[in-house]
């Protein structure tokens, strides 16, 4: 099949930089996803790929061919992107058949394939009408049929299932992977969603202002985030990131709540790996919403809050916690946790929090790349 190697990529419009310095390989078979926010350059980078633009430097090379020259057709890749484009005076079936009947192949075996693709991406009964009288979303299925039929090297898909309801979102999106594992293809798949990367994945490029911020499984990007802002996007309930303040207390290295007398007691492995790293001193420190226990006694070693909103969503609650006040703006500092729905507080009670030290992130405030 194909291996996709990006070398050194810089595309500029005018002044605008869509994609910087972007070095990425995606094996042979493998499912990449380009995940960040809106204007992160993901579209671009996928149509530097597919040949629709052309980088300003660097290399693009498919199974160590560079490609830069090669127009889109000569690059064997299918491609569907969220604005689709249909043979308006075509049905269903023969849109779907196109790239087929252009490379004449035989017709039982297009009836086959178009049939196969029309059961999974429910069209089966449409078929036979035309584009005009079809919704957004059955339109959208129709452009990805028409690239799932093929069986090219590359899929590159750029959010498409943008305009499909919530439950066939999730009916397509376990069937393009179930296919794409069937037919092996190495495949991008473009989105802002974060819960359809990390399901779709074999592993996610998280971009951010045109640069690769991360690449690594779902699991890596998410539980071992290399900067700030991997780690801010990444997760629902978002990851909670406070102001802390790294002093020296009696020749041990100490972590405070910025502005606040609020001390956040390290583990001896946290200490000895901070030891090492002694010239940060402003620092973001990151943990995520349910890896903070709590509790209504202060045993241990506890930080205390106060409950200031409960949303309880059935399967857990959402706790929005007061740990303190900033001392110059009188600002609460606020932090989420997660906790079983049993979990009963009043607004206002001060409960207790237990963080766990092998889930809590540090990030240096002026690089925002993570300590550890
Ligand atoms: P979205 O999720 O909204 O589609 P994206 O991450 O795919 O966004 P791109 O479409 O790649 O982002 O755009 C990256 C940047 O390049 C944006 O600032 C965009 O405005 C700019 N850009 C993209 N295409 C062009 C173009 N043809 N001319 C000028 N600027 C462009």
Redesign the pocket.
Known sequence: MAHIKLQNIIKR??D?V??KDFNLEVEDKEFVVFL??????????L?LIAGLEHPDEGEILIDGHLVNGLSPADRDIAFVF?FYALYPHLSVYDNIAFPLKAVKVEKPEIEERVKKVAEILQLTDILNRKPSVLSGGEMQRVALGRAMVRQPKVYLL??PMANLDAKLRIDTRAEIKRLQHEIGATTIF?T?DQVEAMSLADRIAV?HQ?VLQQIGTPHEVYNKPKSLFVAGFMGMPAMNLLDVELTSREGKPALYLSHTDVQLELSPWQQSNLNANSQHNDCILGIRPEHITASRESVGRKIAADVHLIEPLGSVNILDLMLGTHQKTQEPILLRVRTHPTFNADIGETIWLDFDDDQMHLFDSGTEQAIW
């Open positions: 419009f005018g605008v869509a994609v960040g926010p809106s204007g992160c350059g993901k579209t671009t980078t149509r969220q750029d959010e473009v802002h971009i045109g």
